[in-house]
């Protein structure tokens, strides 16, 4: 068996031992970039899980916990990071719950006391418009979706910082 590199005009054909040595050589440098990228991987997981729930108001548990999952076959590293919602739409594909941070005019309201009611009522709200009263919202910030914000974005950040740490780890070799 030989194993052929080409790069630009050049190529080179390896055999025997020569081979040997060149794939355990990329074979090693795979999986040490899966481990760097799924250490990565986590490390944005657990960043995420900690902020998530600082940014919103309500807690339905429906978007599951972050999680990272490694998968290295033969050929390729694939690493995922994302949510273990496990329900599914209409058409059998997972469904996603877009969870987003409160808008900057978003407000949250609770039922009015006896005393804010007859207040509003005397102010001249409706009856159904007093009962309840709003009151600006702490967490207004931007509306973007917590997914990208903390997940998405940050791994990509961390992915492109770690490929030039392994690159740099390759060359050394």
């Given amino acids: 068996m030989r194993a052929s590199f080409r790069s630009g005009g050049a190529a080179v054909a ?95 309201t609770r039922p009015a006391t006896n005393a804010e009611y007859h207040a509003a009522l005397s102010a001249g709200k409706k009856a159904g418009e007093a009962y309840w009263v709003a009151t600006p919202n702490k967490l207004a910030a931007d509306g973007a979706f917590l997914l990208q914000t903390l997940v998405k974005a940050p791994f990509k950040r961390r992915v492109k910082a770690s490929i030039k740490q392994v690159a740099k780890g390759m060359v050394n070799v």
């Fill in 14 to 108: 390896l055999s025997h031992d020569l081979e040997g040595m060149a794939r355990r050589v990329v074979e090693a440098a795979k999986n040490g970039a899966g481990r760097v990228l799924l250490a990565d991987a986590e490390s944005v997981a657990s960043t995420a899980a900690a902020q998530w729930y600082q940014q919103v108001n309500e807690r339905t548990g429906k978007s599951g916990r972050i999680v990272a999952v490694a998968d290295i076959t033969a050929d390729k590293v694939i690493i995922k990071v994302g949510s273990t919602d496990t329900r599914t739409a209409k058409n059998g594909k997972p469904s996603v719950v877009y969870v987003h941070r409160p808008g900057a005019l978003s407000v949250v």
